[in-house]
């Protein structure tokens, strides 16, 4: 049974820095391109970042880039993403996922999903 946990997420001021991790278990974790995606309220569920299985690339949204950074740690089964001078427009569930098919930003492609982490950036 293949589950991805989020945490890491809470209230922030704007301006703050927060890090997200996400912990996998029941799949080869090396196999997999992750993404992280975030759904605010009334909105649909948006890409942010993703790195691919190979970890070396790494893609993100116009308007998280240079803010965040997505990386991951293969020995640990887990990924994580640094959110840097967040912003209230960042406010939102933040998800992970794991796509078998290397990684990018169509949240169609990916295989597993997490619960979601709430992150709340008050101005």
């Known amino acids: 049974q293949v589950q991805l946990v989020e945490s890491g997420g809470k209230l922030v001021q704007a301006g703050g820095s927060l890090r997200l991790s996400c912990a996998a278990s029941?799949?080869?974790?090396?196999?997999?391109?992750l993404g992280w995606f975030r759904q605010a309220p009334g909105r649909e569920r948006d890409f942010v970042a993703t790195?691919?299985?190979?970890?070396?690339?790494?893609y993100y949204a116009d308007s998280v880039r240079g803010r965040f950074t997505i990386s991951r740690d293969n020995a640990k089964n887990t990924v994580y993403l640094q959110m840097n001078n967040l912003k209230p427009e960042d406010t939102a569930v933040y998800y992970c996922?794991?796509?078998?098919?290397?990684?990018?930003?169509?949240?169609?492609?990916?295989?597993?999903w997490g619960q979601g982490t709430q992150v709340t950036v008050s101005s």
């Open positions: 996922a794991a796509d078998s098919r290397g990684g990018g930003p169509y949240s169609i492609t990916y295989d597993y």
């Open positions: 790195i691919f299985w190979s970890g070396g690339s790494v």
């Open positions: 029941g799949l080869t974790f090396s196999n997999y391109g």
